[in-house]
């Protein structure tokens, strides 16, 4: 599961391998679990604190082409 380098202080990024539709990111930290829709950067499901995913969603914002091209990358369909 490639954790995406992010400035983040209260949680990470990760995009795993051959995941599931739609696409989407996790936002991984203490208290902080959660799946979040690349198209509309919503919450899909998860527990979170309110600094971590305001954080990590200001972070997508600002850089979905980086989230876009790690989501392709491990999630190549034959």
Not at 10 to 30: C, E, L, M, T
Not at 56 to 65: P, Q, R, S, Y
Request: proline residues 6%.
């Amino acid at each position: 599961m490639p954790r995406v380098d992010t400035p983040l202080t209260k949680a990470s990024i990760y995009v795993y391998y051959g995941d599931h539709a739609p696409p989407h990111f996790h936002v991984v930290g203490p208290d902080t679990d959660v799946l979040i829709d690349l198209r509309t950067l919503q919450v899909m499901r998860g527990t979170y604190t309110r600094q971590a995913l305001a954080e990590a969603v200001a972070w997508a914002a600002d850089n979905l082409a980086i989230l876009w091209a790690e989501w392709r990358r491990c999630n190549e369909r034959d």
